[in-house]
């Protein structure tokens, strides 16, 4: 049984890897996926100089999934670039910053290194008091790609926020698809998002308890936005899926959807790096009762009615 995805050079022994912001703020926690089934890793996404973050508690999870407002901590560009620098093997570096010009910044010093992996550029986070998300402003994503891929000369994809409306995603589609992008990773936590607890409280401390939502609760919309990209991408802009995966069936029906690599959140936030082991064994036997030797037989053929 062939597992593999390739992404533009880029081959993947499985489509497994984690969600940016789980399991992936140090070194350790990288070298614990790394080490782990997970067939790749993203870093925490990462800006210019380290950042603490908001106040606690910041991260919160139930049954039904996590809500969370970090604030973007990260140990700074520096420390990821040069621990991915020495690895060998094809790794994610996520990255953001807080306005267009420190973007340019911090992709002209990935460019400048000797990374050779794939930025995946967090055009998302919902979380940074008084900052949109910029995915949300087309005509600011449009301009930012047409100056970054003057520059820039490695691979880099986007991490996108979820679209409710079908015109967004033609109108995104549009854009995304004037640019040499390797991958569209769909999608980032829900933004701002509230959860009470029995105390008639929100669950977490910063924006009045407003914060991204992830897990099952926002599977139906992850699978929605990886098979409207999917739909309307250029081929050779691979789809990530990313959102409410829990078990094989959940990776297999983002595969089903157009996904390429599948990124695990909330649920390796909850089991650790085990969880990609169990959930690969999953898709393994989902895939031999459908009698599929590779995941090409069956990406992308979600049936409609
Ligand atoms: C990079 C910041 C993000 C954060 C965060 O650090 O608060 N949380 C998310 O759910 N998504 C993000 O993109």
Redesign the pocket.
Request: hydrophobic residues 35%; proline residues 3%.
């Given at each position: 049984m062939n597992l593999k995805v390739k992404i533009k050079d880029f081959e993947f022994e499985n489509p497994l890897m984690n969600a940016?912001?789980v399991n992936c703020y140090t070194i350790d926690e990288l070298e614990e996926i790394r080490n782990s089934k997970a067939a790749s890793f993203v870093t925490k996404?990462c800006t210019l100089n380290t950042r603490q973050?908001?106040l606690e508690p910041?991260y919160y999870e139930n049954e039904l999934g996590s809500i969370?407002?970090?604030?973007?901590?990260n140990l700074g560009i520096d420390y990821y670039l040069n621990y991915l620098e020495s690895l060998d093997g094809t790794y994610f570096l996520?990255v953001?910053e807080m306005n267009t010009e420190n973007i340019h910044k911090i992709l002209e010093k990935i460019n400048e290194s000797s990374f050779n992996g794939l930025v995946e550029l967090?055009l998302?986070?919902?979380?940074?008091e008084g900052k949109p998300q910029i995915a949300y402003d087309f005509k600011t994503t449009d301009k930012l790609l047409a100056d970054i891929f003057k520059y820039f000369k490695k691979d880099l994809g986007v991490?996108l926020p979820p679209y409710f409306d079908l015109a967004h995603f033609d109108i995104m589609a549009n854009i995304l698809n004037k640019y040499p992008i390797r991958f569209v990773n769909s999608i980032?936590?829900i933004g701002n998002a509230i959860i009470i607890d029995e105390n008639d409280t929100v669950v977490i401390k910063p924006k009045n308890g407003f914060g991204?939502l992830?897990g099952e609760y926002i599977k139906p919309t992850a699978l929605a936005n990886v098979n409207a990209f999917y739909r309307r991408l250029n081929k050779d802009i691979k789809i990530i899926g990313t959102g409410g995966v829990n078990t094989g069936r959940d990776v297999y029906e983002h595969i089903l959807c157009g996904a390429y690599m599948v990124q695990i959140g909330t649920r390796l936030q909850k089991e650790k790096s085990k969880v990609f082991e169990r959930i690969l064994n999953e898709l393994k036997e989902i895939m031999k009762e459908k009698n599929y030797n590779s995941l090409d037989e069956f990406r992308g053929k979600l049936k409609t009615l």
């Amino acid at each position: 049984m062939n597992l593999k995805v390739k992404i533009k050079d880029f081959e993947f022994e499985n489509p497994l890897m984690n969600a940016a912001g789980v399991n992936c703020y140090t070194i350790d926690e990288l070298e614990e996926i790394r080490n782990s089934k997970a067939a790749s890793f993203v870093t925490k996404t990462c800006t210019l100089n380290t950042r603490q973050g908001n106040l606690e508690p910041r991260y919160y999870e139930n049954e039904l999934g996590s809500i969370n407002s970090m604030g973007l901590p990260n140990l700074g560009i520096d420390y990821y670039l040069n621990y991915l620098e020495s690895l060998d093997g094809t790794y994610f570096l996520s990255v953001t910053e807080m306005n267009t010009e420190n973007i340019h910044k911090i992709l002209e010093k990935i460019n400048e290194s000797s990374f050779n992996g794939l930025v995946e550029l967090n055009l998302s986070c919902p979380n940074i008091e008084g900052k949109p998300q910029i995915a949300y402003d087309f005509k600011t994503t449009d301009k930012l790609l047409a100056d970054i891929f003057k520059y820039f000369k490695k691979d880099l994809g986007v991490k996108l926020p979820p679209y409710f409306d079908l015109a967004h995603f033609d109108i995104m589609a549009n854009i995304l698809n004037k640019y040499p992008i390797r991958f569209v990773n769909s999608i980032n936590s829900i933004g701002n998002a509230i959860i009470i607890d029995e105390n008639d409280t929100v669950v977490i401390k910063p924006k009045n308890g407003f914060g991204g939502l992830g897990g099952e609760y926002i599977k139906p919309t992850a699978l929605a936005n990886v098979n409207a990209f999917y739909r309307r991408l250029n081929k050779d802009i691979k789809i990530i899926g990313t959102g409410g995966v829990n078990t094989g069936r959940d990776v297999y029906e983002h595969i089903l959807c157009g996904a390429y690599m599948v990124q695990i959140g909330t649920r390796l936030q909850k089991e650790k790096s085990k969880v990609f082991e169990r959930i690969l064994n999953e898709l393994k036997e989902i895939m031999k009762e459908k009698n599929y030797n590779s995941l090409d037989e069956f990406r992308g053929k979600l049936k409609t009615l």
